[in-house]
């Protein structure tokens, strides 16, 4: 007799999606990478063990985010932040941005504080507690919006770690700055922290990827189509560390035909408090939660060419409404669950949230299985 075969090892598989600075309020850009990041997340749990790391901690480092805490502490008086919108907060990153960055001085005791304490301003705590309330609505997994989750190493690790890879390209000791090197590669020279010792993005991503990657069977990085060029040297490091890689562009979504980045307004009445007051449906969460996604994913796709249509929103919670009345009870459980799921996966662990909520909507489909809706969009 045949000894049955062992049980398939699950594989492990991290979620690594572009974090958003708090700043400035959602957008319906910002909305589309984090509305594709959970469907991925929750529809790749049931086949893998899934890591969702999404770390605002790691990237307050950055000039752009200490930058604005010392605008907002140097030229605005004691605001009442805790009762202020993330519009309101959000007008103000827009004038810091439009004047000349801050000295690297002014923004070492910032720097020390977020690294030593935690520390977190006031406004960007008020931001990210009126993101999580915007999670909830939608039906996001929480990844610890407001969680102290620091990366596992320093900058000074980071460097070191990238110089042993032959990665990295280190002349602060003649007072310059670091480069991430792949030139030998093909790519670029990428500076990563200035010669005053100030980090990137991208230089934060590596503290905290560096140390995590070499646990996993698989890496998936998701991010704005705009941030190609340096997901492409993240690859490429991380590729060196075991982990398959793959890098997920996600296109922004243009208003009224104009992309633009939230730094430079452009966002009023297309915030995610605004979009959730126009898609209405608080008596019913199911019709939300799904119609958002219909929208955001299968309506908009993986490209930028459409505009944000208020219009095929409310249509994608029609649609969402009858396909809710469709579903059906089918009783096989987990195994029926899973073989659906795995059909939407192509060389990879990782389920494509596109083709998964376009098969929603087949016309050949004439039921949907209230498990698959349940676990990945509800």
């Known amino acids: ?74 030229t605005q008086e004691d605001l009442p932040y805790a009762s202020l919108s993330e519009e309101e907060i959000g007008e103000l990153y827009i004038r810091f941005r439009a004047g000349p960055p801050p000295p690297a001085a002014a923004l070492r005791p910032y720097a020390h504080e977020v690294e030593s304490n935690g520390w977190v301003h006031p406004a960007g705590e008020r931001v990210l507690r009126l993101w999580s309330g915007h999670y909830a609505r939608l039906g996001l997994h929480d990844p610890g919006l407001t969680a102290h989750q620091p990366p596992g190493i320093g900058t000074e690790e980071m460097i070191e770690r990238l110089v042993a890879l032959g990665l990295g390209l280190d002349q602060r000791s003649s007072g310059g700055p670091v480069y991430l090197d792949a030139t030998r590669h093909g790519l670029p020279l990428r500076q990563i922290v200035t010669a005053e010792g100030r980090p990137n993005y991208l230089a934060c991503a590596l503290r905290e990827l560096l140390p995590m990657a070499p646990a996993y069977d698989e890496v998936v990085l998701l991010y704005d189509t705009e941030l190609g060029a340096d997901y492409r040297l993240l690859q490429l490091v991380l590729n060196r560390l075991g982990p398959q890689v793959h890098r997920v562009p996600i296109g922004r979504v243009p208003i009224d035909g104009t992309i633009r980045s939230a730094r430079h307004g452009g966002w009023q009445d297309h915030t995610a408090g605004a979009l959730l007051k126009a898609v209405g449906t608080d008596d019913d969460e199911d019709v939300r939660r799904l119609g958002v996604r219909l929208y955001f994913v299968a309506v908009l796709g993986p490209g930028q060419a459409q505009s944000f249509r208020t219009d095929l929103l409310r249509r994608s919670l029609d649609r969402a409404r009858r396909l809710l009345r469709r579903t059906s009870e089918r009783g096989a459980g987990v195994p029926a669950l899973v073989d659906d799921l795995r059909r939407h996966r192509r060389d990879h662990t990782h389920v494509d949230p596109y083709r998964l909520t376009s098969s929603l909507t087949a016309r050949a489909r004439p039921t949907i299985d209230r498990d698959l809706l349940s676990t990945v969009y509800l």
């Open 1 to 74: 007799m045949t000894a049955p075969h062992p049980p398939e090892a699950r594989r492990k598989v991290l979620l690594a999606p572009v974090t958003v600075t708090p700043a400035k309020p959602l957008t319906p850009s910002h909305l589309k990478g984090l509305l594709w990041t959970d469907v991925m997340f929750r529809a790749t749990a049931p086949l893998a063990d899934v890591t969702y790391r999404y770390s605002p901690t790691t990237y307050h480092l950055t000039e752009q985010t200490l930058g604005f805490w010392e605008f907002l502490d140097r």
